[in-house]
């Protein structure tokens, strides 16, 4: 069972959730399981938009405690940072986050308690979070689990609202922001120059909130989701809930100055399959430009590039959901150039 068989047998019981909490007065579900957070209406004006997230020692970061304890400051910052680039893939505006902590006695140290939450809250003032709470125990391994909730208009009042994975239509043009594969590179190669100029995009991951924002106001994407488990994977998601293929043109996709140095197949890999890179995926009809102008002195410089087009409709048995184009040549299991052979396309998934 892969992990998103595994979520939608168990858990998405949405129909029974909805009825359930459409009976309490004005407050109902809108979005439930499925997207990049859940989304509801709190009152005639707003919504608010919640999402989860656990980082585990030895799966999200090393096992290893010298690694660990060296890190306090990113993981601090990390764990905020991947839970508010779900609520900026609604185009949300994060407003606070819980903190569960399980905790090793080893960490339980005022070193790494104060690293960890000068990261932690250097994350919340970079993104305007407040922490209202929480939960601390002992473990044996750190395991910590952040939810992040914020808010957004409804749209009946305002041209804002959320954008979802399924809105995506044919003839629409698919945008990623920022760069892409460089926190998989570093991953990888941690001891290498490019891998160390590059580490700062595994350990610090930069939500695109700005822009998230600026598309919700601007009004006309019709899907989006943050690239966090590969962008094959993810654009996956967006073609899965609309219901469309997408045409991917591999020789645009966004390569940082560090990246750009290695060797073409190696770097596509990464760009197409590795996870952490937190950027923003997003689909808007061929008329429509992405905002020009949105951000601050962080975000001014994210840039956006179009790397591709949803080019038909289709049933969720119709498979692959992407297609690979490089030079305008499809690649393809019989021509897979510039691969030798076919890459596997899969991203980050926990279970298989
Ligand atoms: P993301 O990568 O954006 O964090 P995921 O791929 O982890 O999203 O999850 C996909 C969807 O499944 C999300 O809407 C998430 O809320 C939901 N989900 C994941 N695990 C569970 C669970 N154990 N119970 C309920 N919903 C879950
Ligand atoms: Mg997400």
Redesign the pocket.
Known sequence: MT??EL??R???QQKAALDQANAVDSVAVVK???????VIAINAGSQLVS???TLVQGRHFSEDWSQVEALAFAIGFKSVAVNVS?LA?MGATPHHILLALALPERLATETWLSEFAKGLFHACSQFGVQLIGGDTTRNDKLVISITAQGFIANKKHNSQSPIYRNGAKVGDKVYVSGTVGDACYALHHPDDEIGRQLSHRLHMPMPRVKLGQALAQQGGATAM??V??GLVQ?LG?ICQQSGVRIRLNIDTLPTSTPLQQVALTERLHCQLTGGDDYELAFTLPAGISPPDSYGNADTANTKITCIGEVIDSCSAKDLPVIELTYQDSAVTDATPYPFSKMPHLQGFQHFN
Do not use: K, M, Q, T
């Open positions: 992990e998103f979520i939608y168990y858990f998405d439930g399981l499925g997207d990049d957070a859940a999402c989860v997230d779900d893939a989701i943050d966090s488990d993810d998601h």
